[in-house]
């Protein structure tokens, strides 16, 4: 069974930092391109960050560019994002979910993981 | 950027009923939109991807269509596991970008 699990999630203070991972299993972790997509309580969608099977292409949201990084680590089977400066606006459910080529949708998804940026 | 537009935000309708949710983009983006499922405190499920495609597992009643900048998902028989809500995303190029979501309501 193909399955994604998230964490890292929590409170943390504006401008603080935070790391999320994504744990996969089920599926070829390396031969798939993947994505970051995170919703605000209440609120709908946003995609924040893509990532290519190997690593090689990464694309980011303008809202995280510069403070987020994706990464990945095939022989771990793990995707990662690293948060910095955090802002309030930030806080949200972020789930990781395997690209659908061709295209860019996105099956299945983790379950996500709650991050607060709270003082 | 590509916008997309979905109408309309919320939709009351009775088991049964057919419901139709369209979604506009703001560009042409052949048929690369993807239409997802979402019940409250549950990640999103694909349903429908390049446009008329049925995942796998997804329940036949479930369909979409379009080409372009104009789309539509739809519940030809709704369910009582259906009641939730639905958003599209154009699945063409980054930034990947979603419509605003419908509401799918028991009337």
């Known amino acids: 069974e193909v399955q994604l699990v998230e964490s890292g999630g929590g409170l943390v203070q504006p401008g603080g930092s935070l790391r999320l991972s994504c744990a996969a299993s089920?599926?070829?972790?390396?031969?798939?391109?993947m994505n970051w997509v995170r919703q605000a309580p209440g609120k709908g969608l946003e995609w924040v960050s893509y990532?290519?099977?190997?690593?090689?292409?990464?694309y980011y949201a303008d809202s995280v560019k510069g403070r987020f990084t994706i990464s990945r680590d095939n022989a771990k089977k793990s995707l990662n994002l690293q948060m910095n400066s955090l802002r309030a606006e930030d806080t949200a459910v972020y789930y990781c979910a395997r690209v659908l080529a061709p295209g860019y949708s996105s099956s299945p998804w983790g379950q996500g993981t709650l991050v607060t940026v709270s003082s | 950027d590509i916008q997309m537009t979905q109408s309309p935000s919320s939709v009351s309708a009775s088991v049964g009923d057919r419901v139709t949710i369209t979604c506009q983009a703001s560009q042409g983006i052949s048929s690369w939109l993807a239409w997802y499922q979402q019940k409250p405190g549950k990640a999103p499920k694909l349903l429908i991807y390049a446009a008329s495609s049925l995942q796998s597992g997804v329940p036949s009643r479930f369909s979409g269509s379009g080409s372009g900048t104009d789309f539509t998902l739809t519940i030809s028989s709704l369910q009582p596991e259906d009641f939730a809500t639905y958003y599209c995303q154009q699945a063409n190029s980054f930034p990947l970008t979603f419509g605003g979501g419908t509401k799918v309501e028991i009337k």
């Open positions: 990532i290519s099977s190997s690593g090689s292409t990464i």
């Open positions: 089920g599926f070829t972790f390396s031969s798939f391109e």
